[in-house]
């Protein structure tokens, strides 16, 4: 399918500022020049999102005696006594994103669904690389656990969730990153929801070859991004970082998987999807149609994002 028409307009704004010399891809900038182009990403892709909703702060302690902060974001309130929750992890490649650049997917699932939404802040690489983001997702679950019936959560009825670099932290809890400790062993969410995850880091997929330049997520940057986050490239071989490599036989939880047709990361993404299948996983896949990476944070770019976040909402009410 040809691209959306809206999408492909904001693309050429944005081929159009790097010819001009007004922008530079991200790889060319320093850490914190990108964190701060990124961030301010979120008001030009969705500057309109939501307001009813009831957001609340907190702070999680980590293993190693620090803390993170997490939001909790409240839709539609009822007098139901425990809600079910999304415990969802921002994108940005584990270098870049913020509770602040993904503010509107949060605000949006939580009033699509009816779910509250747990967001914590991971620490980023470089100054923080591989393995910690899976650690404070990991203490970030084993929180929410503890202090569900305190929030009024159901910790029955945990969905992991993410975008991007954040989905493939949610594919990691959901399949158990933790080992043998007693509270990371105990946390089984009902399913995850996985929006153009990173899956392979060993791989070089077709779709990195055609869409690798020219479509929001260039192949350069996500190159830019390991180079920050892991330690040497042997460690793309590790499933933590590349899921799609786990040995385990059984397929984990049930997913909904989507990714965008125009994106670098479709076909891991996809064959992700096809290997939950293959271990007789529940699995509700779609390659959305002239979309690009980051769609997620785009309802001010396209009208077709609104509908996207109703079918999300659908599939959790559902499982």
């Not at 803390?67 to 809600?83: N, P, Q, T």
Request: charged residues 25%.
């Amino acid at each position: 399918m040809p691209l959306d028409p809206d999408v492909e307009a904001f693309l050429e704004l944005v081929e159009l500022g790097k010819m001009t010399g007004k922008s530079v891809p991200m790889y060319q900038l320093s850490v914190e020049q990108a964190r701060r182009e990124f961030e301010s990403s979120a008001e030009l892709l969705d500057s309109e999102p939501p307001r009813d909703i009831e957001i609340q702060s907190y702070q999680v302690p980590l293993r190693d005696g620090g803390s993170i902060e997490a939001r909790l974001y409240r839709g539609v309130l009822s007098e139901k006594e425990r809600y079910p929750v999304i415990l969802y992890f921002h994108g940005g490649g584990y270098v870049v994103g913020s509770l602040n650049s993904h503010d509107c997917i949060c605000r949006r699932l939580a009033l699509a669904s009816g779910f509250t939404v747990l967001a914590p802040a991971y620490r980023l690489a470089p100054e923080h690389r591989f393995p910690t983001a899976m650690e404070d997702a990991e203490d970030a679950a084993a929180w929410l656990l503890e202090q569900a019936e305190q929030l009024g959560l159901d910790r029955e009825r945990i969905i992991v969730g993410g975008d991007s670099a954040g989905a493939t932290l949610a594919t990691l809890l959901a399949i158990g990153s933790g080992g043998g400790d007693e509270s990371k062993s105990a946390f089984r969410p009902r399913g995850q929801l996985l929006f153009y995850p990173v899956t392979d880091a060993s791989n070089v997929y077709e779709s990195f070859r055609v869409y690798g330049e020219g479509y929001l997520l260039e192949s350069a940057t996500m190159d830019w991004f390991y180079q920050h986050y892991l330690d040497s490239n042997e460690q793309r071989l590790d499933w933590r970082v590349s899921p799609l490599l786990e040995p385990a036989g059984e397929c984990p939880v049930p997913a909904y998987i989507r990714v965008a047709e125009y994106d670098p990361l479709r076909d891991e993404g996809q064959a992700y999807a096809g290997a939950l299948l293959a271990k007789g996983g529940d699995v509700d896949f779609e390659v959305m149609a002239g979309l690009t990476h980051d769609f997620l944070r785009m309802a001010g770019v396209t009208g077709r994002v609104q509908e996207i976040y109703s079918n999300a909402a659908q599939w959790l009410r559902k499982v």
